[in-house]
């Protein structure tokens, strides 16, 4: 970079060093007026929670108003039992004391007097002489007064204000005044500061009158007395203010701060603020006074923000200014370098889309060819099934099963790419279940102990001591990573070979870590071919016959069960394939009924009319011989639209859709049925595919089917679904 280059890389950071500053300046006053408005916003804040609380306990002395307006006289327990019912101490923090006082003329004193002294303590009180000694006490400094006095009568709570009780506060003539102004006003008053009976020298208190009239007469005053510190205690709740502040009464009587009070009660000033930036004063509307208040920014207010980002701005913008400084030293080998990431990276992306598009045809390609294979070897395996039951030759007999056990050795290699296709797009889906472990493994074993004695291979199965009897898994993947393994193993093994299936359990916080093992003694594996038999296609060894599949779907599957695969073995001594699945705890479910193995034609559905539609000639053949076997004569159409016309034309009672048909396939077949036909007369829709996917099942019930039967069709899953269309049918 030359001397003009340099001169450009100078003036770019000089400005960037001045736009630092001023990005440091203004964010110090942002902050600043930030920090100002949330002291204002925290003001009113405490200030409204004080005016909320003091609106809050006028009303509870406003309270005892309806006490002596529904009664003619409101008795010392009747009082006494009004104010327990507040709970003051609890509900109300602040509340000293709750109380009547009547307003007694001169001339009437002596007769007030007897009575209260005649007066029986209240049930509950502890003895006392409090009310035969009743009299009068003048506060301190009054004078004078009048002809009118103003008696403590009742208090509450009694015992912590006994000693209240026959002040005369009406003559002192601060608390004159108040009670006069209340009386005439119908409102409530508060006194200034005072220092109130039963408490420390120099606790500041306050008073609160209430003017009671009743039929247009002056009865007295419902007072209540207030410590003023206790009276802010939990007035801002869960969410203490970071201000401290202190309140006076309005004619410069401190009457209490969040700096806490003496020894001797007296509230503590706050002290000189040291700090001018955050201090403000408010003025506090209470009954009949305004109160002052002054509030101070505390230790927890002081946002560090204030300096702390202006600073950080200062430094981050030092730093990223030096550093655009040696970028833009480097600006043109960077700029290259850029260039060609970012070629690489299209390049990239085009790969991985292209390989991803790859992956989703070679997935759909698989599927959509397994499935138009297995249609028509689903017709192989049935029409074979049906010349078994001919009445042929030896030699016929025993090339129908040679063609039907070529079919369904075929159908299981369809079924086997199929699976690999759905692991590798991610496809497969565990359905879990409760499963009986000796059932899973004997049942598995029984599966291939033809092809094991035709051999003369042993086949033995140990379960060891532990292992629980019931599991929550997928039976179907555990039993075909089972068999996957046994056929292995047979196949493997020479003629009197031996084959162990050996399963145990181990506990895990979820449930079992089951642990199944197949060994054989057959060669065993080679070292230099254990990482690569899992892969698809592959094997161990060319003597043997096999796709070389299995091995690979049951890896897989073990690792979408969360569990593992290993080989553990000796060449020419034999291999033991050991894995792991995961499964949850289960009880044994509660078994029904165990139906025939055979099931047996009867009359439930002899008069059901059946109508079938099916696109393969050869499906359509099979299928006729299968409703035959069951003495139903069923229709059968070609296509959807087929399918939708017969019904409108008569009534049948179960109609049978294949799913994949030209002109209208079953779903959209099953769709216009429902739409066009009333639930009563609507014939009992049931899908009739190859395609038995659990996406397949939901697509036909979302289309209305109301059953699923799977291809090759049986009979015994014919009268299944006959019964309950028949049971359905006579309902």
Same mark, same amino acid.
Request: hydrophobic content about 45%; aromatic content about 4%.
């Given at each position: ?12 950071? !000089? ?32 200030? !409204? ?311 989703? !045809? ?125 056929? #292995? ?129 050869? #499906? ?75 996406? !397949? ?35």
């Amino acid at each position: 970079m030359g001397a003009h280059g340099n001169a450009r890389v100078g003036g770019l950071v !000089a400005a960037l060093l001045l736009m630092t500053a001023l990005g440091a300046w203004l964010a110090h006053g942002v902050l600043a007026d930030r920090d100002e408005e949330r002291f204002r916003s925290e003001i009113e804040r405490i200030d !409204a929670a004080i005016e909320d609380r003091m609106a809050t306990y006028v009303q509870v002395v406003r309270g005892g108003l309806g006490l002596f307006e529904a009664s003619e006289k409101v008795s010392r327990t009747e009082w006494l039992r009004f104010v327990e019912l507040l709970e003051l101490d609890r509900n109300y923090p602040g509340f000293k004391s709750l109380s009547y006082a009547p307003l007694v003329r001169r001339a009437d004193l002596p007769d007030f007097l007897a009575r209260v002294r005649a007066e029986p303590l209240p049930p509950g009180v502890p003895p006392t002489n409090a009310l035969r000694t009743y009299e009068l006490v003048a506060p301190a400094g009054s004078r004078g007064g009048g002809d009118l006095h103003s008696p403590l009568l009742y208090t509450a709570p009694f015992v912590r204000n006994i000693g209240a009780l026959g002040a005369d506060m009406i003559r002192e003539p601060g608390r004159r005044a108040v009670m006069l102004d209340a009386l005439r006003s119908g409102q409530a008053r508060i006194t200034r500061r005072v220092n109130l009976r039963g408490t420390d020298p120099d606790t500041a208190g306050f008073i609160a009158f209430v003017g009671l009239r009743k039929d247009g007469r002056d009865l007295g005053w419902l007072t209540a007395a207030f410590t003023a510190n206790e009276f802010l205690r939990g007035l801002l709740g869960r969410a203490p203010s970071p201000l401290d502040f202190e309140l006076t009464d309005g004619q410069g009587a401190l009457l209490a701060s969040t700096a806490g009070v003496t020894r001797t009660g007296a509230p503590r000033a706050l002290p000189d603020e040291t700090d001018d930036t955050f201090r403000g004063t408010s003025a506090l509307r209470m009954p009949g006074r305004i109160w002052q208040g002054r509030y101070v920014a505390g230790a927890d207010f002081a946002s560090t923000s204030t300096t702390v980002v202006p600073l950080a701005i200062l430094l981050g913008g030092t730093l990223v200014t030096g550093l655009l400084a040696l970028i833009a030293l480097a600006a043109g080998s960077s700029r290259r370098q850029a260039a060609t990431l970012a070629e690489q990276a299209i390049v990239l992306e085009r790969a991985r889309d292209e390989a991803q598009a790859a992956d989703r !045809a070679k997935a759909t390609f698989l599927a959509t060819m397994s499935h138009e294979i297995r249609t028509p070897m689903n017709a192989v395996v049935g029409m074979s099934s049906m010349l078994l039951r001919a009445p042929l030759s030896e030699e016929q007999h025993e090339r129908a099963r040679v063609i039907r056990s070529s079919g369904e050795h075929l159908l299981g290699l369809i079924n086997e790419i199929l699976d690999v296709s759905k692991l590798e797009a991610g496809r497969i889906e565990l359905e879990a279940g409760p499963l009986e472990v000796r059932g899973l493994i004997v049942g598995t074993v029984d599966l291939i102990r033809a092809d094991a004695e035709a051999r003369r291979v042993s086949v033995e199965v140990d379960i060891a001591p532990g292992t629980p009897p019931w599991v929550h898994g997928d039976d179907g993947r555990l039993r075909q990573v089972l068999l996957n393994l046994l056929a #292995n193993a047979v196949r493997h093994s020479p003629e009197a070979g031996r084959v162990r299936v050996g399963v145990g359990a181990t506990p895990v916080p979820d449930g079992w870590e089951l642990d199944l093992t197949v060994a054989d003694t057959g060669p065993g594996i080679d070292p230099a071919d254990r990482d690569r038999i899992f892969e698809p296609f592959e094997q161990g060894t060319g003597r043997v016959g096999g796709t070389g599949l299995g091995l690979s779907i049951a890896s897989r599957l073990v690792e979408a069960m969360g569990g593992r695969i290993e080989v553990q073995d000796t060449p020419g001594g034999g291999a033991t394939l050991h894995f792991w699945a995961c499964v949850g705890a289960a009880q044994a479910p509660i078994r029904p009924a165990v139906p025939d193995p055979v099931p047996a034609v009867d009359d439930a559905f002899a008069a059901l009319r059946v109508l079938v539609a099916e696109d393969n000639p050869l #499906n359509q053949l099979m299928v006729r011989d299968v409703f035959g076997q069951l003495g139903l004569c069923a229709d059968v159409v070609g296509d959807g639209e087929e399918a939708v016309a017969a019904v409108v034309r008569q009534p049948y009672d179960v109609v049978f859709l294949d799913l994949h048909m030209p002109v209208l396939d079953g779903l959209a077949a099953a769709r216009e049925l429902v739409a066009t036909i009333p639930a009563p007369r609507r014939p009992r829709i049931v899908a009739m595919t190859a395609d038995v996917t659990a996406a !397949a099942r939901e697509e036909a019930a979302a289309a209305g089917m109301e059953d699923f039967v799977a291809k090759p069709v049986i009979a015994a899953d014919l009268v299944a679904v006959l019964r309950r269309s028949a049971t359905v049918t006579a309902a």
